[in-house]
């Protein structure tokens, strides 16, 4: 195998995790509709892609695995549905740089919880990193001109926590093949947001219902499968910069496709955050957006969203 391989196929995912905001949107639907429409088909496909490599067999997960997979299921999708609805109550862009406020989210669970010790430096970047969400609350425009709603922020910090917990939960489960316990947790996700169709049910219209399909087989299923099968190819350092590909890649669809216009105080806000972020990141799980095996917050999360 070519070794630029893995480093195409990681870059690759985090670009694609930058468009999930777009396909969101586009769809129509409401955000625990989108984030039920993802578990099902990305679960279902992960599952039959797992089977195939008999990686399900035999079945080896013990009753505790099974119960923290659920566990970092219900956060997972969780910080789905609340980062798919802060889109439309700020932007794209602002919610995506907002919610990479994780990686440092989750040096203080470690720090709380496992004991790792938190550096000086670390506590210096979470302080820059939340001044600079503070500058974007202040200062952030949607696409009609109007200052964005502290509500959007709001929620995409509450995805971000809830990210961070679903990555903590995955520290637990290392041992695990990452895409068993991602199609594990996306069929809890499919199972717990079931009962949400009958106030937000899925779209109507086959447009709707076809970004929800392109969101559930590329945005998730694909993604994870070019994000596992490249992140342990690849040095740390370089899967924690290649991850910034996904929020640069959002504010470029947000101001091509969205008519989103940074201001400068904003776009100072969203400097401070990223940089920030940056160097606490370790090998990144897939926000987003990007199923959350500890690897990347962001989609077993990411970084997805």
Do not use: C
Request: without cysteine; charged residues 10%; glycine residues 10%.
């Amino acid at each position: 195998m070519n070794k630029n391989n893995p480093l195409l196929q990681w870059t690759a995912a985090m670009a694609l995790s930058g468009t999930i905001g777009a396909v969101v949107l586009e769809s129509g639907a409401d955000a625990p509709a989108v984030a039920f429409a993802r578990s099902l088909v990305g679960g279902l496909l992960l599952l039959v892609w797992s089977a195939a490599r008999g990686w399900l067999r035999p079945w080896t997960l013990t009753r505790r695995d099974l119960l923290l997979a659920v566990l970092g299921g219900l956060f997972l999708v969780g910080n789905w549905v609340l980062l798919f609805a802060s889109y439309a109550l700020s932007s794209i862009s602002v919610s995506t740089v907002v919610y990479h406020t994780q990686p440092l989210m989750l040096v203080g669970l470690a720090a709380a919880f496992l004991g790792e010790k938190m550096a000086k430096s670390q506590l210096v970047r979470a302080l820059i990193a939340f001044g600079g969400v503070t500058l974007i609350s202040l200062s952030a425009h949607g696409a009609d001109g109007k200052a964005v709603r502290l509500e959007g922020i709001a929620l995409a910090l509450g995805a971000a926590a809830l990210y961070s917990g679903a990555s903590f939960v995955a520290k637990q489960l290392k041992h695990l093949r990452p895409h068993v316990l991602a199609a594990v947790q996306l069929v809890t996700g499919t199972i717990v947001l079931a009962p949400a169709l009958l106030v937000t049910p899925l779209p109507a219209d086959t447009s709707g219902l076809l970004w929800l399909v392109l969101l559930g087989t590329v945005h998730t299923a694909l993604m994870y499968v070019l994000m596992y099968a490249s992140i342990g190819k690849l040095p740390t350092t370089t899967v924690a910069l290649l991850s910034y590909v996904y929020p640069v890649v959002a504010v470029v669809v947000d101001v091509l496709a969205y008519g989103h216009r940074p201001t400068w105080p904003e776009g100072l806000g969203m400097l401070a955050v990223l940089v920030a972020a940056l160097a606490p990141k370790r090998a990144a799980a897939p926000g987003a957006e990007k199923a959350a095996v500890t690897v990347r917050p962001s989609l077993v999360s990411g970084k997805d969203g």
